[in-house]
C-alpha cells in the first residue's frame, strides 16, 4: 500500500479582509492537526493554503491530480466562496472529493455575536453554494456534515478515506485466470472489457500447465520448510491417515503455494481464478495454498469466478491496516437453518476460506472433495469469528453492473460440525433469513461472495457511485417492495446513464 495522502481544502473569498482570511487559514490547521492527532485517521491529511480565486482552485486540483500519493481532496466551505470560482477545477479535478460540512465554533455565541462572526462563520450559508455547483456538474462526492471535534465525524472521514483508496486502487487490480468460468453456469460470467472500463481491472488468462511449471520448479528443501511451518503453526489432525502420506498431501499444497505466489509477483498479479474441473497436471485442488495467499492479501474466485476474485482483492485493500482487523475473504451460499430464532445461512466453500476470519484454532485436515478426479487436498478448517460484516456480489446485468450488498450478522452454530472437514461461517442476515433471500434473488445476486467484517455498506455504495454502477443494499429497515421498485427506477436511469 502506498503512503496515500489526503488533502485539506479550504473555500473563502477575499470580500471579508485579511483578518478574516487569517482567521480561516488559522482555523482550517487547527482542524487539520487535531483529525491528525486523533489518530483515528488511516491516511495523513494535508493542509492547503486557502481556496479565494478561480486560478487558485485550478491549480490546486491540478496539483492534486499529478500527485502520485494524493488519494483524494476533502473541500471545507468556512465562509462564503462563490461557486462559479470552482467550476473549472471541479471539471479537470479527477480524484475522491469529499465536502466536508463542518464549522470552527461548536456552539452559537449568544452574548457576543454580531455581523463580523457571522460573516466569518457562515459555513451553513457556503457549504449550501458550493454542494450547489457539485450537484449541478454531476460529480460524485461525498458529503459528511458535523462537528469536526466529534468523535462519529471523524470515523465517518476515516471510514469515506479507505472508500477513497479502493477508489484510486481499483484501476490498479489484475486478476489471473487459471481457468475459465465452469461450464453452464451464468452467474459467475460477465464482460471483462466491461469490467476494465468500469472498474480498470485487467483480467487475463492463462493456461494451468504454465502454473504447473512454476510449481514442479519449486526445490524440495523450500517445500519441506513450508510444510514444517504448516505443522508448528496449524493442528494437525490426521483422522487415521498415515501421517507419512498426510505430510506428503500437506507438501502438495505448500508446494502450491510457494510456485503461485512466484507467479502472482513475477507477473504483477493481485487476483486469482482457480476451477477445481480444470487442474492440468496439478495433483491437487490448490486449498490450503489459496487461503494462505488470501491471507496475505491476494484476491480469489472458485470456478473462473473473476469479478468476485476482484472484489475480494479490492475490499483487501480497503481495510488493510484497519485496527482489530476481524478478515475479509471469498465464501459461498451453503445450506440454510430455518429453525424458527435460529435462521442462518452456512457460508462455506470446497476448500478456499480465508483464515483472517477464524476464530481461534485452525487445524489442517485431508478428505476427499466429492467433486474432481485428484488427490484428497490439504484444507485450513475453522470457524469464523462473532460479529457484523457485510456479503457483497457483483453481478454482470448484460447492459450494467449491479453491486448487492447484505448486512450480515456472524453467529457461531447451536453445535459443532465435525464431519465437516472445510472453513465456515453462519451468518443471520438482515433484515431476516426469508427477506434477505428474497430480496438477494430479486436482485439477482450469485452464490459466490466476497465478504468482510471490516468494511461497511456505506463504503461499498460510495465506491459504486465512484465507479458509475448501480448498487443496491438488503439490511434491517428495509421494504422489499420499495426495493424492488428502486430496482425498477434504477433500470430507467442507466438505460439513459450508459
Ligand atoms: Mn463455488
Not at 494437525?236 to 502438495?252: K, M, N, S, W
Amino acid at each position: 500500500m502506498k503512503k496515500y495522502q489526503f488533502w485539506f481544502c479550504t473555500g473563502s473569498q477575499d470580500l471579508y479582509g485579511d483578518e478574516c482570511l487569517e482567521h480561516v487559514a488559522a482555523h482550517s490547521k487547527e482542524i487539520v492537526d487535531s483529525l491528525n492527532r486523533s489518530g483515528k485517521l488511516p491516511f495523513e491529511l494535508v493542509w492547503k493554503p486557502t481556496m479565494i480565486t478561480n486560478e487558485v482552485i485550478r491549480r490546486t486540483f491540478n496539483e492534486a491530480n499529478n500527485d502520485d500519493l494524493c488519494a483524494g481532496v476533502i473541500t471545507w466551505m468556512h465562509t462564503f466562496s462563490p461557486a462559479k470560482s470552482w467550476i473549472l477545477g471541479l471539471q479537470e479535478f479527477r480524484k475522491p472529493l469529499c465536502h466536508f460540512h463542518t464549522q470552527y465554533n461548536e456552539e452559537i455565541p449568544y452574548d457576543s455575536i454580531d455581523m463580523d462572526f457571522m460573516n466569518e462563520n457562515q459555513t451553513a450559508h457556503g457549504g449550501r453554494e458550493y454542494g450547489h455547483i457539485v450537484t449541478r456538474m454531476g460529480i460524485e462526492r461525498k458529503v459528511i456534515a458535523g462537528y469536526w471535534k466529534n468523535d462519529e465525524v471523524t470515523a465517518r472521514i476515516a471510514s469515506w478515506m479507505r472508500t477513497a483508496v479502493g477508489i484510486m486502487e481499483s484501476s490498479h487490480i489484475r486478476v489471473v485466470r487459471f481457468a475459465d468460468n465452469m461450464r453452464n453456469v451464468a452467474v459467475t460470467e460477465g464482460d471483462k472489457v466491461e469490467a476494465q472500463i468500469k472498474f480498470g481491472w485487467e483480467i487475463d488468462a492463462y493456461p494451468v500447465n504454465v502454473l504447473v511449471d512454476y510449481v514442479n520448479a519449486v526445490s524440495e528443501e523450500d517445500v519441506s520448510a513450508l510444510v514444517d511451518e504448516y505443522y508448528s503453526r496449524y493442528e494437525i489432525v490426521t483422522e487415521g491417515r498415515d501421517p507419512e502420506e498426510f505430510r506428503q498431501h500437506a507438501a502438495v499444497q505448500a508446494q502450491i503455494e510457494i510456485g503461485m505466489e512466484r507467479f502472482l509477483k513475477e507477473h504483477n498479479y493481485h487476483a486469482v481464478v482457480t476451477h477445481f474441473g480444470d487442474l492440468g497436471g496439478l495433483k491437487q485442488l490448490p486449498g490450503l495454498a489459496i487461503q494462505r495467499l488470501m491471507e496475505k492479501g491476494y484476491g480469489f474466485g472458485a470456478e473462473g469466478d473473476w469479478k468476485t476474485a476482484a472484489m475480494v482483492r479490492l475490499m483487501k485493500i480497503m481495510a488493510e491496516g484497519t485496527e482489530n482487523a476481524k478478515g475479509t475473504s471469498f465464501f459461498e451460499d451453503y445450506t440454510y437453518n430455518f429453525v424458527r430464532g435460529k435462521e442462518g445461512i452456512l457460508q462455506a466453500h470446497m476448500l478456499e476460506v480465508c483464515p483472517t476470519l477464524a476464530d481461534g484454532k485452525i487445524s489442517v485436515r485431508e478428505q476427499p472433495l466429492s467433486m474432481g478426479d485428484r488427490e484428497d487436498p490439504a484444507r485450513l478448517v475453522f470457524t469464523a469469528k462473532e460479529g457484523h460484516g457485510i456479503a457483497v456480489s457483483l453481478i454482470d446485468l448484460g447492459d450494467r453492473f449491479r453491486l448487492i450488498i447484505n448486512d450480515v450478522d456472524v453467529k457461531h452454530t447451536e453445535k459443532e460440525m465435525p464431519k465437516l472437514p472445510v472453513a465456515t461461517a453462519f451468518w443471520a442476515p438482515q433484515p431476516s433469513l426469508e427477506t434477505a433471500a428474497e430480496a438477494w434473488i430479486y436482485a439477482g445476486g450469485a452464490h459466490h461472495t466476497a465478504f468482510s467484517y471490516d468494511l461497511t455498506a456505506e463504503q461499498m455504495m460510495d465506491w459504486a457511485d465512484a465507479m458509475g454502477i448501480e448498487a443496491v443494499r438488503i439490511s434491517d429497515g428495509m421494504d422489499l417492495r420499495q426495493f424492488r421498485n428502486e430496482m425498477k427506477w434504477n433500470d430507467l436511469f442507466y438505460r439513459f446513464n450508459r
